[in-house]
């Protein structure tokens, strides 16, 4: 498309009100925070923006920059910011066991270790009921694909294409988007599978998602059969007979991919997954780094949106609220096999870390949040799917709960990604009208909420 693309809609955004004021910027210009960035500051950590936001503090939903505007954070950090920014409850714990003991190696007992794991456990059903402390979610995935393979002493593992799970060079191997692969080895006894995408996917239709808005293509399922979901089981029986051996260690899914643009997949296609990966003697892992607690709405766990229970999940990125704690939840007998030798996290489950993780459990609960995600994400995605209708350039809007991807197309019918330089005015213009939004899938195609 040779021809510039203007915006024809013109708007200007009414932000709701907000009584909080923000404190006075007093650090560095904003100039001089550029060059520290260009010198000191690894050119791998890539900035939003054609004028990279310089931000200063952040109150619940809001974010101010260095030069007091404030704006309605639609991003959560990466979804991260599960429960607010500096949420009151979680601040005022924080602050009580930074006082009292920020850390002590958990070789020794302390309080939170034990409190918190009882807290979170008791929100899994049985058998999943121990857990083991990290750092990050690519800290998380990494254990999982570590106890995997020691417990069933079986090596290979496969994910879903267009899945992301970590950039740690283990699990590197696992996640499927290009932009994140490097030049070096990895990915020994990763196999990738087809995704079962019914947006973009050569199978979809109107009738196939778990989420109040379905995909605009035409349905040729019957009552009780969806033709989608068979057909992506048999790529997925084809990988098992094809690219991997008898056995397997495991599988690893997000319950809806995040970084891939919110991609939900056929009802009951995990299910039969993860029966099909048991029969080969593997374990299923859930990647709930994007999807847990109480994101969805309907469930505080992704995987139980699947009617399914994993054998490992993985938590990071809402559960400290932005602290940088992740977590690995299994059943006894699966971490038993990590403790034939030792294996030592010094940071994993430390007394700070665990006491905001509770102060986020016990925010999510009081403040109703799970229900908010249902009731405010409902609401979003059937205002977005009117957008949808009027717009050709809008193919497709999905997500469960506080969990939304808009994919962007030339057109509904090719589906064909509409170009960067469209999509990017499309997102400088919401952040100048003070909306803060991110972008995913393979071709940032799809603006992320």
């Known amino acids: ?17 907000c009584n909080f004021v923000p404190e006075r910027y007093e650090s560095y210009p904003y100039e001089r925070m550029q060059k ?38 639609l991003f959560a950090g990466i979804v991260t910011v599960s429960v607010g920014h500096c949420h009151p409850k979680v601040t005022m714990a924080t602050q009580k066991q930074l006082a009292r003991l920020w850390h002590t190696t958990n070789i020794y007992m302390y309080p939170a270790i034990h409190e918190y794991a009882e807290k979170l456990t008791s929100l899994f059903p049985d058998p999943l009921k121990v857990v083991y402390l990290t750092n990050s979610g690519s800290e998380a995935n990494d254990l999982a694909m570590f106890m995997a393979r020691l417990h069933t002493r079986n090596f290979d593992i496969i994910s879903l294409r267009g899945g992301y799970h970590g950039g740690s060079p283990y699990t590197l191997g696992l996640t499927s988007l290009t932009p994140y692969k490097h030049g070096v080895a990895n990915g020994f006894g990763c196999t990738t599978t087809m995704l079962p995408d019914v947006f973009r996917g050569p199978w979809g239709g109107s009738h196939c998602r778990d989420s109040p808005v379905q995909t605009v293509r035409k349905c040729s399922c019957t009552e009780g059969a969806c033709v989608a979901k068979d057909q992506y089981i048999e790529q997925f029986k084809d990988t098992l007979n094809t690219s991997v051996p008898k056995t397997v260690a495991g599988f690893i899914a997000e319950p809806i991919q995040g970084v891939n643009g919110a991609v939900q997949y056929p009802r009951n296609f995990l299910k039969e997954a993860y029966q099909l990966v048991r029969e080969r003697g593997g374990l299923c892992i859930s990647d709930e780094v994007q999807t847990g607690f109480g994101r969805t709405g309907s469930h505080f766990w992704g995987f139980q949106t699947h009617g399914v229970v994993p054998d490992i999940v993985t938590l990071a990125k809402g559960i400290g609220n932005g602290f940088p704690m992740a977590a690995v939840v299994t059943t006894k007998e699966i971490a038993s096999s990590l403790a034939q030798n030792l294996h030592f996290n010094t940071f994993g489950g430390n007394p700070l870390a665990c006491v905001v993780g509770a102060a986020v459990l016990d925010a999510i609960e009081e403040d109703g949040l799970q229900k908010n995600s249902e009731d405010v994400g409902t609401y979003m995605l059937l205002e977005l799917a009117k957008l949808r209708d009027k717009f050709e350039i809008v193919g497709d809007v999905r997500g469960k709960g506080l969990m939304i991807g808009v994919e962007m197309v030339t057109d509904k019918d090719s589906r064909c990604p509409l170009p960067a330089e469209e999509i990017s005015q499309i997102w400088e213009d919401c952040k100048d009208m003070g909306v803060l939004i991110g972008r995913g899938g393979l071709y940032s195609q799809v603006l992320n909420l």
């Open 36 to 73: 520290i960035r260009e010198q000191n500051i690894a050119p791998s950590l890539r900035t939003y923006y054609k004028k990279p936001l310089l931000l200063h503090q952040g109150h619940m939903q809001w974010l101010f920059d260095h030069e007091g505007r404030r704006y309605l954070d």
């Open 1 to 17: 498309r040779q021809q510039k693309w203007k915006s024809s809609v013109s708007t200007q955004a009414k932000m709701p009100p």
